[in-house]
């Protein structure tokens, strides 16, 4: 069985800062896992995700994560963040025979400026 | 190519009356699914389908049915609303790549708003 955790329900910085949201899977086996990005209202953006092909690994909009497999997580990161970052962001594991998502809880990100 | 489609994007419904959600894709994928968004719990599976005339139960099934006679739909029954089924519903689809690489990517339909009162 796999499981995702997102550490923080809540994260707020200030436009320029940098942005780290975490995320912990566990996992039998090696895991797929992703980011998505949720604004109000909308529906889910896949912002990256990892396969085993690179442990860093680069998304859209400046993002990206480092998939460790010591540590067991797959923080996502920016290094400076911008008013329009403002949304709710899930990390998400992958898991085969079926496609099926397993979502952390989500992690709502502020930016003040 | 329109993705994965759904309908209505929100619904009210009374306490006991029953509505489908529909989903359709185009990109002849063999998986699809229905999630469930509630806050704070992030999305929760409730059943899905690894091609027409298989489905299965997910996390959270119950109060809902689903059937998959076309590759194209996988709609969602709720056949006696309740409150607790007031949430966000998303549709999804993908296939499966036969390399192994797990780089399948996921598609997602905009979402249907239903409250149940």
């Known amino acids: 069985a796999q499981s995702v955790t997102q550490l923080d329900s809540h994260v707020s910085v200030s436009e320029g800062t940098p942005v780290l949201l975490r995320c912990n899977y566990s996992?039998?086996?090696?895991?797929?896992l992703f980011w998505y990005v949720q604004h109000p209202n909308k529906g889910l953006q896949l912002l990256l995700k990892y396969t085993s092909a690179a442990t860093l690994v680069k998304g859209i909009n400046g993002f990206e994560a480092e998939f460790k497999k010591s540590e067991t997580s797959f923080h996502l990161t920016k290094p400076s963040a911008h008013m329009s970052d403002a949304a709710e962001y899930f990390c998400v594991g992958f898991t085969g025979g079926g496609n099926k998502l397993t979502f952390g809880t989500g992690t709502q990100l502020k930016v003040e400026l | 190519n329109a993705g994965v489609t759904q309908t209505p994007k929100f619904q009210v419904l009374k306490t006991g009356q029953s509505m489908t959600l529909q989903c359709a894709q185009d990109?002849?994928?063999?998986?699809m699914s229905w999630y469930r968004q509630d806050p704070g719990m992030g999305l929760r599976l409730i059943h899905y389908s690894v091609g027409a005339g298989i489905t299965d139960q997910g996390e959270v099934p119950n109060g809902y049915n689903v059937s998959r006679s076309t590759t194209e739909d996988f709609p969602l029954r709720l056949l006696s609303a309740a409150p607790s089924q007031t949430s966000v519903y998303f549709c999804?689809?993908?296939?499966?790549?036969?390399?192994?690489?797990?780089?399948?990517?996921?598609?997602f339909g905009e979402g249907s708003w239903l409250t149940v009162v």
């Open positions: 990109m002849n994928h063999e998986y």
């Open positions: 996992s039998s086996y090696s895991p797929s």
């Open positions: 999804a689809s993908s296939y499966s790549d036969p390399t192994g690489d797990l780089g399948n990517t996921i598609y």
